[in-house]
């Protein structure tokens, strides 16, 4: 989710955007995926890519993204607004984005938010004096079977508690290297701890051996 309210124009940056060499190179690939005249569907690309180059989505940014894809720069800016993922203003070194939606909420998502005030020192929106972090809520990422869940980046953080989040928190605070995807070591979204069902391979017997299922037509009496 970004990290400002809704803007109604682009915020124009104080340092105007430019593609890089290895950013424009990369837009040329991309563009190169789409055919003749269809540009412009390069633009969720495109600005993707100049967000991870620039932090943000400037006005400038989307004045470079609508040159490169002949879009008229109104055009680009409805699609920035448009997708959350776009940051309409600038950002700290991190993005935490924290899940409040109801799964995460059952399973503590109101103690996630307040380890990042208690680490960060600031609320939804805002950034912390030390530019480590932007704190947003987010509308449910797509993990709830591994709530309550954070993303900072393009990295899910999952099964977490007050505790646990502190601690991740304040790595990303301090810039140390932390672990994403489950903080209880969980696999995937497995039970926790060991297996409850399926503890022994349906399709095999004792000796190994496949078993073939029982067709349908069989079992009815009709074969
Ligand atoms: S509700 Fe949080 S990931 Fe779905």
Redesign the pocket.
């Given at each position: 989710m970004s990290a400002e309210t809704t803007p109604t124009a682009p915020a124009r940056d104080e340092t105007p955007f430019a593609f890089s060499e290895a950013s424009l190179e990369e837009a040329r690939r991309i563009l190169a995926k789409y055919p003749e005249g269809r540009a412009r569907s390069g633009i969720l690309p495109l600005l993707d890519l100049a967000q991870r180059q620039h932090g943000w989505v400037s006005q400038s940014v989307v004045e470079a993204v609508a040159e490169m894809t002949g879009a008229p720069p109104i055009r680009v800016w409805e699609v920035a607004t448009f997708y959350t993922m776009y940051n309409k203003a600038p950002i700290g070194r991190a993005h935490v984005e924290i899940?409040?939606?109801?799964?995460?909420?059952l399973r503590g998502?109101d103690e996630i938010m307040r380890a990042a005030r208690d680490v960060f020192g600031v609320g939804f929106g805002e950034t912390s004096a030390d530019g480590a972090a932007t704190v947003s809520s987010?509308?449910?990422?797509?993990?709830?079977v591994?709530?309550?869940?954070v993303q900072i980046g393009d990295d899910y953080y999952e099964d977490l508690d007050y505790d646990s989040a502190v601690a991740l928190f304040t790595a990303i605070k301090e810039g140390r290297p932390v672990k994403a995807g489950s903080q209880i070591d969980r696999q995937c979204s497995a039970p926790q701890g060991t297996p409850t069902s399926l503890t022994t391979d349906p399709t095999t017997d004792e000796g190994g051996r496949w078993i073939a299922p029982e067709s349908p037509a069989a079992s009815s009496g009709t074969a």
């Open positions: 899940c409040t939606n109801l799964p995460c909420w998502s987010a509308e449910c990422l797509g993990a709830c591994n709530a309550p869940m």
